[in-house]
């Protein structure tokens, strides 16, 4: 059973701190994604990676970056929080063959509050 | 470009009544669809893909090409359906990689 953890369900941090989520998942999976999700929103898709070192930006990349160093791990770094970045973070991973065609496996989430 | 379209934010249904949540999407190529389902204070979960058209604790959805629709639905809503569904497209995105997009969501209260 494929497992995805989140470092935090909660975490609070004030207006310009440099805050960092922390993916990780046991499957062996190349993919993985940060997605953020807001009400009357969805999900939306923040950064991917499909291999250890590489990123690709998702649909609203800006104020965030990646982190890739290992396989299982992948990290989502927020430089300088603001208070429009408050939201619940999904972290999701999928083996490879074709990106995106095999079923995502979420973590638990993380609710970011930017005080 | 890849759309989801999910119309309804909430949809309330007593039970027992069939259940049927529109998903409308906007792609070029030959997608991939998915519906993903969250309960309440669970993690995100795949419920059912169109590639297997299979039926998942009673849910069907059928891709209909035509009317690029791709709705999900039940002949008889539980208590237990009550969650969150989003639908979701796999397509490819500008650069090669497939790419999935999620619609906003709707919320489907099963009222007992």
């Known amino acids: 059973d494929v497992k995805v953890t989140q470092s935090s369900r909660y975490l609070v941090k004030r207006t310009g701190e440099k805050v960092f989520l922390e993916c990780v998942q046991d499957?062996?999976?190349?993919?993985m994604f940060w997605y953020r999700q807001d009400p009357g929103l969805g999900l939306r898709l923040i950064y991917f990676?499909?291999?250890?070192?590489?990123?690709e930006k998702g649909d609203i990349p800006e104020g965030y970056s990646v982190s890739r160093e290992k396989k299982e791990r992948f990290s989502l770094i927020l430089e300088s929080a603001s208070t429009n970045q408050t939201s619940m973070y999904l972290c999701a991973s999928t083996s490879s063959g074709e990106l995106g065609t095999d079923t995502q496996y979420f973590g638990p989430g993380t609710r970011l509050t930017v005080l | 470009a890849q759309r989801v379209t999910q119309p309804e934010k909430l949809l309330s249904v007593f039970k027992g009544a069939p259940v049927e949540l529109k998903c409308n999407y906007s792609y070029s190529g030959s997608p991939e669809l998915f519906w993903y389902v969250q309960y309440s204070r669970q993690r995100l979960q795949l419920l059912l893909r169109h590639i297997s058209r299979e039926s998942i604790k009673g849910f069907t959805a059928d891709l209909n090409k035509g009317e690029t629709s791709f709705h999900l639905k039940k002949p008889f809503a539980q208590e237990e359906d009550s969650a969150m569904y989003y639908c979701?497209?796999?397509?490819?995105?500008?650069?090669?990689?497939?790419?999935?997009?999620f619609g906003t969501g709707t919320k489907l209260q099963v009222i007992p």
């Open positions: 979701a497209l796999s397509g490819s995105n500008s650069g090669g990689y497939q790419k999935v997009t």
């Open positions: 499957m062996d999976h190349e993919n």
């Open positions: 990676s499909y291999d250890v070192k590489m990123k």
